[in-house]
């Protein structure tokens, strides 16, 4: 139980994906500049991070290490995670379609965002169980979400600041980020 | 054709195509060796994957701590790119285009494991100093979106000219951050283990915060900011 919470609180402020590890940065700066977007794409992250690591660490416990298949994990996860989303959205479009409506758009670009492809590499290089791999990927996502709901925030309201021309758009908002990732150091030696 | 940065969700996919093939044609009327040229030096400025198309920006931030590092990763992203590039640009006609995205995703990751196999093997040092972000050159936006942009509808020789243009563009961007940021933050230069040279007095007391990840955000954007005041970059 300890060892779980040391993993949530570590993925979540520690060795969070964006400022500590640079992963999912396109989206990130991407759909950073509404609130309600960074909300919407937070939570389409976190969702498709606990399906996607579910399938593949039981892929990788029962399949790849009993069969010595484990250097074929790159091929095998990235198509894994390509038709899950395909699924999540056919599913969320059928059952629910308010919410479909509200993180659409963001559901297909999932696939190419690095986070999901490096937590499950993560968990089979750190031979997670798959209880692990789920803690792992929850604080993975609440991270992710607590980034970027921070970050849009803040963006939100640079909008109406004067920033000096050359600086506006990507250079501030990395700037900003710097400045966020400065601020998430003082988590260090936490755990 | 730059308007398809976005793969999975680019309204104007269908609008770029005729575009993109009467460039073919162009290029294909002229001698092909200027058009070869064309392709490999436009990779490097005009569309630059990282400062000009932002592409691809995980690696450039997270690897650019030692010039060794970026080295090193510039070359394996050049390596997948061409391999994936010329094999996407030899099966473009006969891959149906319903599932072009799903066999492009599998070329790359193949190219991506030989990649990852091959420097655990020979470079080991390079591989544990890489770790996650050699694998993740499979969900690298810059190799996808050649393939998607440029070698599913060019010929072969032409979308090897465009791998190594990119390519190059990637590793110059990827060398100008880690310049910066690994002769302030250690106050010298160590490429592959030999010291190039060193500062006396700030090699003593490096301002180590260019090389911790806050650092990295800091000098790319600064980055950005003077190229775009040299008008390299484009304003918003």
Known sequence: MNNLFTIFIGMVLINNMILAKFLGLCSFFGVSKKLSDAFSMGIAVTLVLLIASVSTSLIFNYILVPYELVYMNIVIYILVIASLVQIVEVIIKRTNIALYNAMGIYLPLITTNCIVMAITLLNSSENYSVLESVVNALGAGVGYTLVIIIMSGIREKLDLADTPKSMRGLPIAFLTAALLALAFVGFNGMV | ?236
Do not use: W
Not at chain 2, 76 to 96: D, Y
């Open chain 2, 1 to 236: 054709m730059n308007d398809c940065k976005n793969i999975d969700n680019c309204p104007q996919a269908e609008a770029c195509s005729p575009k993109v093939q009467e460039q073919d044609k162009k290029t294909g009327d002229k001698k092909s060796g200027s058009g070869f040229i064309k392709e490999l030096t436009k990779g490097i400025i005009v569309v630059n994957p990282v400062f000009i198309l932002i592409l691809g920006l995980c690696p450039v931030l997270a690897i650019t701590n030692t010039v060794t590092n970026a080295l090193g990763m510039s070359a394996g992203v050049l390596f997948v790119l061409l391999g994936s590039n010329i094999i996407i640009s030899s099966i473009r006609k006969v891959t149906p285009s319903m599932v072009r995205i799903p066999v492009f995703i599998v070329v790359i990751a193949t190219f991506v494991t030989i990649l990852s196999l091959v420097i655990e093997a020979y470079v080991p040092a390079l591989h544990k100093s890489l770790g996650i972000y050699l694998p993740l050159i499979v969900v690298n936006c810059i190799v996808l979106g050649r393939a998607e942009a440029f070698a599913s509808k060019n010929p072969v020789l032409l979308s090897a000219a465009d791998a190594i243009g990119e390519g190059i563009g990637f590793a110059i961007a990827l060398l100008i951050i880690s310049l910066i940021r690994e002769i302030i933050g250690t106050g010298k230069l160590e490429i592959f283990g030999k010291q190039l040279f060193e500062i006396p007095g700030l090699s003593e007391h490096p301002l180590i915060f260019f090389i911790s990840p806050p650092g990295a955000f800091l000098v790319i954007g600064v980055t950005m900011a003077i190229l775009r005041l040299a008008g390299v970059m484009k304003y918003e």
